[in-house]
């Protein structure tokens, strides 16, 4: 029940967060009238969301690993509500920059907890995390929805902000009564693994999957910075320009949940990142190379549920298996990487456009060549396994190919019984098992795992004797 309560009470947030991604935007012209602004000043109020989150990310990561989740989620919430209350209050806009960046901080705070938090309370299980965006992409759905509301009933804009402000408020409440899994609990299982020195496979895993925190992010943000523009350019009608982008969000919904439902059922999550990002990949070639309204629909509706269907969630979670015991932090500074996309995608694209490129879209292609050599990456070094199901599905695809194996052993074995029965020679050879035990030792890295090598061998070997005593009883029956 606590866990349900405490689930229910971290998607919540992420719907407000929602909420909190576009309001400054949906309500920009009541803002700038309130701040006494033009709206291209007031528009600039926003990129204070941005340096918030740049700021605050990688510290509140290293906070929630040293106080504590709940602590950095409560400060998350605090400085959210604050936001939300005195935004369309306020009639200054330094006040006002000075709110965004607290936006900023309160996304980064939520961030560096919620994550690092749903992993840790479903050890089995890191699918939740990516159903974080999909609450964030119902947020984004309502509000210009309720800001229509407001405008069609001439009600004050302000209510769109009270209303996230009273789902935060009564979920402070809500959270503030749940426990939290004890974070004693959690380093005592997780430092025996930090323990261990660093190799050279989490170095490469973790500097790929921080990239990936840049490019996951800028890849959509390129996309829906100019995909109607593009449209338009290309020709499209305005409809189709902006249903390209409709559909992209759409696609990103089915993409979440499809992905959801795929990782709850199946084991599969290297494969899926890779499928993901090889299929946005050529969804994005195909939106740039197409000149025909359907194809380029399907590949943005392709493109949305790839690109923005909870890779970059998928990304996260394969990079706090790598340093359990350090998930605030590495968490903190993946999104910081993804703030630094939000920031410069805008600008490197404009100056793109500026030096006159023939077609803005290939910008992003080139992006998600990136991020597809990472998920190659990825791949190939195989993370270690994240949950207990992922540990399984490979314990399980590893006996698999064991029995392969001991199928070809024990045929090898039935090979030697023949020739010890011609030549009337014993089944135990003694000596022969001591040569094989030794070949175990030579072959066997890690030697703390030596005895057990050893042990199994020699168990093999035991049942192959039984096996072979059995030919030859069947065999002297047989003859008898
Ligand atoms: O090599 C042999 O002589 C075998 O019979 C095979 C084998 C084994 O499984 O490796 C089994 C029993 C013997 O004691 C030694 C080895």
């Not at 509000?143 to 069609?152: D, S």
């Not at 024990?410 to 029965?421: C, E, R, T």
């Not at 030794?438 to 070997?461: A, E, F, G, H, S």
């Amino acid at each position: 029940m606590n866990q349900f309560k405490l689930k229910q009470g971290l998607f919540l947030n992420y719907l407000v967060h929602g909420f909190a991604l576009i309001i400054l935007t949906q309500n920009l012209l009541e803002l700038a009238h309130n701040w006494n602004s033009t709206i291209a000043v007031a528009s600039f109020v926003l990129s204070g969301i941005g340096i918030g989150r740049l700021v605050a990310y990688l510290i509140m990561g290293m906070l929630s690993d040293r106080f504590g989740r709940k602590q950095i989620l409560l400060i998350g919430m605090s400085t959210y509500l604050l936001f939300f209350i005195v935004t369309p209050m306020n009639h200054s806009i330094m006040i006002a920059y000075g709110l965004s960046i607290i936006a900023g901080i309160a996304n980064s705070a939520l961030d560096s907890a919620t994550y690092p938090l749903f992993t840790e309370l479903s050890r089995n299980d890191s699918s939740n995390n990516i159903l974080i965006k999909a609450f964030i992409s119902i947020g984004e759905f309502i509000l210009p929805l309720i800001v229509l509301f407001l405008k069609g009933h001439q009600l004050w804009f302000g209510i769109s902000f009270l209303i996230p402000a009273a789902i935060l408020g009564l979920n402070i409440i809500n959270l503030i009564t749940c426990q939290f899994p004890a974070k004693r609990v959690v380093d005592q299982v997780e430092a025996k693994q930090s323990n261990e020195p660093i190799n050279m496979k989490q170095v490469a895993l973790t500097t790929v999957l921080f990239i990936y925190g840049f490019t996951s992010m800028a890849v959509m943000i390129w996309f829906t910075q100019w995909i109607t523009i593009f449209a338009n350019q290309i020709g499209f009608s305005d409809v189709t320009a902006h249903l390209l982008l409709s559909l992209y969000s759409i696609g990103s919904i089915t993409g979440v949940i499809a992905s959801f439902l795929i990782l709850k059922r199946f084991n599969a999550r290297r494969q899926l990142f890779l499928d993901l990002n090889l299929v946005a990949l050529i969804a994005i070639i195909t939106v740039s190379a197409s000149r025909i309204p359907l194809l380029s629909s399907v590949a943005a509706f392709a493109f949305g549920l790839s690109a923005a269907g909870g890779v970059m969630q998928m990304a996260l979670n394969q990079l706090l298996a790598i340093f359990p015991n350090r998930k605030g932090t590495l968490t903190g500074i993946f999104f910081m990487f993804g703030s630094i996309a939000s920031f410069t995608v805008p600008i490197i694209s404009g100056f793109l456009i500026l030096l006159g490129a023939q077609n803005i879209l290939n910008g992003d292609i080139v992006i998600a060549l990136i991020s597809c050599l990472v998920a190659i990456v990825v791949f190939a070094v195989k993370p270690a396994p994240n949950s207990l199901g992922d540990a399984r599905t490979e314990i399980n695809q590893l006996d698999a190919k064991l029995i392969k194996i001991l199928e070809q052993r024990f045929q090898a074995v039935k090979a030697v019984s023949h020739f010890k029965q011609a030549d009337h020679i014993q089944t135990e050879d003694l000596k022969r098992e001591q040569a094989v035990l030794n070949q175990v030792d030579q072959l066997t890295k890690q030697k703390d795992i030596l005895p057990y090598n050893q042990n199994i061998i020699q168990n093999i070997m035991n049942n192959a004797k039984q096996y072979q005593n059995s030919l030859t009883q069947n065999k002297t029956v047989k003859d008898d």
